[in-house]
């Protein structure tokens, strides 16, 4: 997949600056922590220094704090307690899709087996919890009682789509809309995330409800984005084969009887192998139903740019995250 590295490596570097501070005070306060099950141990150990690296969730926390005139220092303890959360949510993510491999490095489910990495998760959910407390207690309770409102709403939220998306599991006849609307609800935190910044840094309601919308359609675009990649990993496609769902674009696809009873019968004709995964590249890549789905990602960045005109600071910054989303895809 063509990209474009140096408007992916700015993004990534922005967000890294933004969200580095509230990711270091996660791991340590995971690092710190004395457990004396050594396999567990060194399963958080291994997630919290060699596979994490979730700045997105933190980063668009500050910029949101910015993006209303707040100050963004304020939102890192906040920022630190989400990105656990999210972490745990992750881990318990790849145990019920049983995802060996991500990015090319092995899961602590791939890693440690399925025990050791439910524990794991469960350590970083109640040391998220711990700190998402502790970090709201500096806050007027009005604004507490927003923050852990809105946290608990998305983190149920994200639960049920999890839910819904399991009885869907090797199924070929999943509807792209309604594997869409899943996608939907799974970025209910990044939507949160977005109003909990713009809450910290005392915007108003229109610009909460502004930003709140921006964090969804960035959450949206990022995993149809890795909906994307997914299909050009031979591993990962073997394993959204085997125990997740298909990948959106090839969704998208069945929309052709045509096509999908062409890619079908690749997935299904034994062990798939590169030369398989190659055709199945080339009917996706070229279909105008994946056309379809690129314009739909174009409509959404163009939704969220328009809205962000009523956001007087770090609007290009919002806007740029936005735009890359789309790179190599074109």
């Given at each position: 997949?063509?990209?474009?590295?140096?408007?992916?490596?700015?993004?990534?570097?922005?967000?890294?600056?933004?969200?580095?501070?509230?990711?270091?005070?996660?791991?340590?306060?995971?690092?710190?922590?004395?457990?004396?099950?050594?396999?567990?141990?060194?399963?958080?150990?291994?997630?919290?220094?060699?596979?994490?690296?979730?700045?997105?969730?933190?980063?668009?926390?500050?910029?949101?704090?910015?993006?209303?005139?707040?100050?963004?220092?304020?939102?890192?303890?906040?920022?630190?307690?989400?990105?656990?959360?999210?972490?745990?949510?992750?881990?318990?993510?790849?145990?019920?899709?049983?995802?060996?491999?991500?990015?090319?490095?092995?899961?602590?489910?791939?890693?440690?087996?399925?025990?050791?990495?439910?524990?794991?998760?469960?350590?970083?959910?109640?040391?998220?919890?711990?700190?998402?407390?502790?970090?709201?207690?500096?806050?007027?309770?009005?604004?507490?009682?927003?923050?852990?409102?809105?946290?608990?709403?998305?983190?149920?939220?994200?639960?049920?789509?999890?839910?819904?998306?399991t009885s869907f599991k090797g199924k070929f006849d999943l509807p792209a809309?309604?594997?869409?609307?899943?996608?939907?609800?799974?970025?209910?935190?990044?939507?949160?995330?977005?109003?909990?910044?713009?809450?910290?840094?005392?915007?108003?309601?229109?610009?909460?409800?502004?930003?709140?919308?921006?964090?969804?359609?960035?959450?949206?675009?990022?995993?149809?984005?890795?909906?994307?990649?997914?299909?050009?990993?031979?591993?990962?496609?073997?394993?959204?084969?085997?125990?997740?769902?298909?990948?959106?674009?090839?969704?998208?696809?069945?929309?052709?009887?045509?096509?999908?009873?062409?890619?079908?019968?690749?997935?299904?004709?034994?062990?798939?192998?590169?030369?398989?995964?190659?055709?199945?590249?080339?009917?996706?890549?070229?279909?105008?139903?994946?056309?379809?789905?690129?314009?739909?990602?174009?409509?959404?960045?163009?939704?969220?740019?328009?809205?962000?005109?009523?956001?007087?600071?770090?609007?290009?910054?919002?806007?740029?995250?936005?735009?890359?989303?789309?790179?190599?895809?074109?």
């Amino acid at each position: 997949m063509k990209t474009n590295q140096k408007l992916m490596e700015k993004v990534k570097s922005l967000l890294k600056e933004k969200g580095q501070k509230a990711l270091e005070i996660a791991r340590q306060s995971v690092l710190q922590e004395k457990i004396e099950c050594e396999p567990l141990n060194e399963a958080l150990r291994y997630f919290m220094e060699e596979i994490w690296l979730d700045v997105p969730h933190p980063a668009l926390l500050s910029l949101t704090c910015e993006a209303v005139g707040g100050n963004p220092d304020a939102t890192a303890n906040i920022g630190a307690a989400i990105a656990l959360l999210a972490g745990a949510a992750d881990i318990h993510d790849d145990i019920i899709d049983q995802s060996s491999i991500k990015d090319g490095k092995e899961t602590v489910f791939g890693k440690f087996g399925k025990d050791i990495a439910l524990l794991a998760g469960d350590a970083l959910l109640f040391k998220g919890l711990m700190m998402l407390h502790e970090a709201c207690k500096r806050f007027p309770k009005n604004k507490k009682q927003e923050i852990l409102r809105l946290s608990k709403q998305a983190f149920f939220k994200i639960g049920s789509a999890e839910a819904k998306e399991t009885s869907f599991k090797g199924k070929f006849d999943l509807p792209a809309e309604e594997y869409f609307k899943i996608i939907e609800n799974k970025t209910a935190v990044a939507e949160a995330t977005a109003k909990i910044g713009a809450i910290i840094g005392g915007g108003t309601r229109e610009e909460i409800a502004i930003l709140g919308h921006y964090g969804k359609i960035l959450s949206i675009l990022m995993t149809i984005r890795d909906e994307f990649i997914d299909i050009f990993e031979l591993k990962e496609i073997k394993n959204r084969v085997e125990n997740e769902c298909l990948p959106l674009p090839i969704l998208f696809t069945f929309k052709d009887p045509k096509k999908q009873n062409k890619i079908v019968y690749l997935l299904k004709k034994g062990e798939l192998t590169e030369k398989n995964r190659d055709k199945i590249l080339d009917i996706v890549m070229n279909a105008v139903e994946t056309q379809e789905l690129k314009e739909k990602m174009i409509a959404l960045i163009k939704e969220a740019h328009q809205q962000l005109k009523h956001i007087k600071r770090n609007k290009e910054t919002l806007q740029l995250i936005l735009d890359s989303t789309l790179e190599g895809l074109k």
